[in-house]
């Protein structure tokens, strides 16, 4: 078998250079992998590691490459052995030059000598000092390994200390939340079910939201058989918000993978319909999977272009409408750490003509009387409480609704930027509106 770390620079290889999810593609290497339990933590140690502080160690390597012409591979395996020098204190320094160097050689032989010198000559040197970045904004971007536009835009947006918060946030461990499903079993006796597996847990502000304390819930039969739904705890506040009742007929117009319509039929245990959109047909297979392995057959999985909505549907026909929307993904850089490299400025221009169009479209569902709930799991203005007033502006039979969030303990005027006001959940966005009888 494979070294852990040819393994992880695979993945990282994979994910830098070819733009694969880091999440997807670790859980299917470990899966399919028989690794001891220490090197599946080594492997996830250094994939994640290695991505999340891509341009840190960019900057500590810049003095010894920036006059060579580097190859992608080498410099990750540059990378990945600049973070374990600087990042990990368990791993002997030799031991990361010399399997650096066998990497090196197995991939492109003639760069052994190279890559050797630089960590050598690096291991020589004074580290240097980020603290000594004169601009405060430039010297966060580089600690944190953000890109300085990123930076620059949350600083415009928010303030310094705010996008200090979030950078220092986007570069913790996420924690794993799970949905108990009360449509097929009691709270007491699911958690009966996990205290028998030995699964340690914390309970949440939400009743059926537990925190999963360092336990892989998905292998078990709890998750197999339906009994629970892996969802962060920010997440699961958009059903909430949404409020579907049993008698509503409720659509999710870009639901895929189906976690939180699937949220939306348990809280109406599984009465009325939940209809649950998605424009890829193998999304609509995941949709389906997730139905069948929870047992909600209220949930009606539809293939259907967001933006037109109207073709299949007919207009006012919804009490409940949900859009959940395409988005930059900002509020997920924790678990998705290559996210902060892989968009532009000129993507989030592109993503707010889509939202605006899906909203345009799915507007014209709701019932008079009715709800619509906007959401995003990003940090950005321009998708976020710009949005909020785009809906406002253009839509005068829509008003902000704040009485969902004050059930929930939140003090807003109907919209909301989850930051850090549940402790170690995602960053998201969510905003109700009312429509007039």
Same mark, same amino acid.
């Given at each position: 078998m494979a070294s852990v770390r040819k393994?992880? &620079?695979e993945?990282?290889?994979q994910v830098l250079l070819?733009?694969?999810?880091?999440?997807?593609?670790?859980n299917e290497v470990i899966n399919s992998k028989? &690794?001891?339990?220490?090197?599946?933590?080594l492997l996830t140690e250094l994939v994640y590691g290695t991505i999340t502080y891509a341009l840190t160690l960019d900057y500590y390597l810049s003095k010894y490459i920036s006059k060579h012409k580097v190859d992608d591979v080498i410099r990750n395996i540059l990378r990945m052995a600049i973070y374990q020098i600087v990042y990990l204190d368990r791993i002997p320094n030799h031991a990361v030059v010399n399997e650096a160097v066998k990497l090196a050689k197995e991939y492109k032989s003639e760069a052994t000598a190279f890559v050797n010198g630089v960590l050598r000559n690096f291991l020589r040197d004074v580290k240097p000092d980020l603290n000594l970045i004169n601009d405060e904004i430039e010297r966060l971007a580089i600690t944190t390994s953000h890109p300085l536009w990123l930076v620059k835009m949350w600083v415009k947006q928010f303030s310094l200390e705010k996008a200090q918060k979030v950078c220092y946030l986007n570069n913790t461990k996420p924690h794993q939340y799970i949905r108990l499903n009360l449509f097929k079993d009691t709270r007491d006796n699911i958690m009966r079910r996990l205290n028998e597996l030995g699964i340690k847990y914390e309970t949440t502000h939400l009743n059926e939201a537990l925190r999963i304390i360092d336990d892989n819930i998905?292998?078990?039969y709890l998750y197999k058989e339906g009994f629970v739904y892996i969802q962060d705890l920010s997440s699961m506040h958009v059903a909430h918000i949404l409020n579907p009742q049993p008698s509503d007929c409720v659509i999710d117009v870009c639901a895929a993978p189906g976690g939180k319509s699937t949220h939306c039929a348990e809280l109406m245990q599984n009465?009325?319909?939940?209809?649950?959109?998605?424009i890829h047909e193998h999304k609509i297979n995941l949709i389906n999977e997730h139905k069948e392995r929870l047992g909600l057959s209220c949930i009606k999985p539809t293939l259907c272009d967001a933006r037109k909505l109207t073709e299949v549907f007919e207009p006012q026909s919804f009490d409940r409408v949900l859009v959940d929307a395409p988005?930059?993904?900002?509020g997920v850089i924790r678990r998705k750490p290559e996210i902060k490299y892989n968009k532009k400025p000129s993507d989030i221009d592109t993503i707010v003509v889509l939202q605006k169009e899906i909203i345009d479209e799915a507007i014209k569902l709701v019932k008079p009387g009715g709800t619509l709930v906007y959401s995003t799991c990003t940090l950005n203005k321009k998708e976020n409480e710009k949005m909020v007033e785009y809906i406002l502006n253009k839509y005068q039979d829509f008003k902000l609704n704040k009485e969902p969030f004050e059930k929930l303990g939140f003090n807003c005027e109907g919209y909301l930027q989850l930051i850090d006001?549940?402790?170690d959940a995602d960053i998201f966005f969510i905003a109700c509106f009312k429509k007039d009888a």
């Open positions: 393994i992880a &620079l993945i990282i290889n070819e733009d694969a999810y880091s999440n997807l593609l670790l028989q &690794l001891k339990e220490v090197d599946k933590g998905a292998n078990t009465k009325g319909e939940v209809y649950a959109c998605d988005c930059s993904g900002f006001q549940i402790n």
